[in-house]
């Protein structure tokens, strides 16, 4: 059964920062895009970040380059996001995505991790 | 980047009738080397996350009931479900994945 589990999610002052991860298993984890999507409180979903297989190439919204890094260690089986320079607008539940085989659509969530950006 | 715009924002249908939500992109999605249209449907119930309905604009994910169809090419796509069930109460996105991914705004489908 494939399962995607977030954690790192918590509250953090503006300008901090927060590591989130995720746990993969149940498939082969080295074959997949993987990316992070989030979603503000009542807002709709946003992609934040999507990384290859091998990890050799990375893709970010516009609004976070600069500050999230995404990596990934397929020896693990696990996803980070590195969030720097938080700000309240990053406020939002962040979920990992597994990527369709060699596709960015995403066919496995995970339950999302709590991201709160206040003072 | 690909702006991706749903309409309506919100709407209600009656149990048994069909429901249909439009998303159009800012520019094609059609990638002309595979004549594939790189679009995704999500299904999204309070408290959960996402669930793929649709991809290729209308393929249907497996395990999906076949009241759930895609349709569209180029800029123009649509969501049907052709008879509302009460447990298809919930948000729609389309998703765009042709350039970097971008997701619409959603459309709130209630029961009327």
């Known amino acids: 059964e494939v399962q995607l589990v977030e954690s790192g999610g918590g509250l953090v002052q503006p300008g901090g920062s927060l590591r989130l991860s995720c746990a993969a298993s149940g498939f082969t984890f080295s074959s997949h895009w993987m990316s992070w999507v989030r979603q503000a409180p009542g807002k709709g979903l946003e992609w934040v970040a999507y990384?290859?297989?091998?990890?050799?190439?990375?893709h970010y919204v516009d609004s976070v380059k600069g500050r999230f890094t995404m990596s990934r260690d397929n020896a693990k089986n696990s996803l980070y996001l590195q969030m720097n320079s938080l700000g309240v607008e990053d406020t939002a539940v962040y979920f990992c995505?597994?990527?369709?085989?060699?596709?960015?659509?995403?066919?496995?969530w995970g339950q999302g991790t709590l991201v709160t950006v206040s003072s | 980047d690909i702006v991706m715009t749903q309409s309506p924002d919100s709407l209600a249908v009656s149990l048994g009738e069909r429901a249909t939500i439009n998303c159009k992109s800012s520019?094609?999605?059609?990638?002309?080397?595979?004549?594939?249209?790189?679009l995704a449907w999500y299904q999204q119930k309070p408290g959960q996350p996402p669930k793929l309905l649709i991809y290729?604009?209308?393929t249907r994910e497996s395990g999906v009931p076949d009241r759930f169809s895609g349709s569209g090419s180029g800029t123009d796509f649509t969501l049907t479900i052709s008879s509302l069930q009460a447990e298809d109460v919930a948000v729609y996105y389309c998703q765009q994945y042709y350039n970097r991914v971008t997701f619409g705004q959603g459309t709130r489908l209630e029961i009327k």
């Open positions: 290729w604009a209308s």
């Open positions: 995505a597994r990527g369709y085989t060699g596709f960015v659509f995403f066919d496995f």
């Open positions: 990384i290859k297989q091998d990890g050799s190439e990375t």
């Open positions: 520019q094609s999605i059609l990638y002309s080397s595979n004549n594939n249209n790189y």
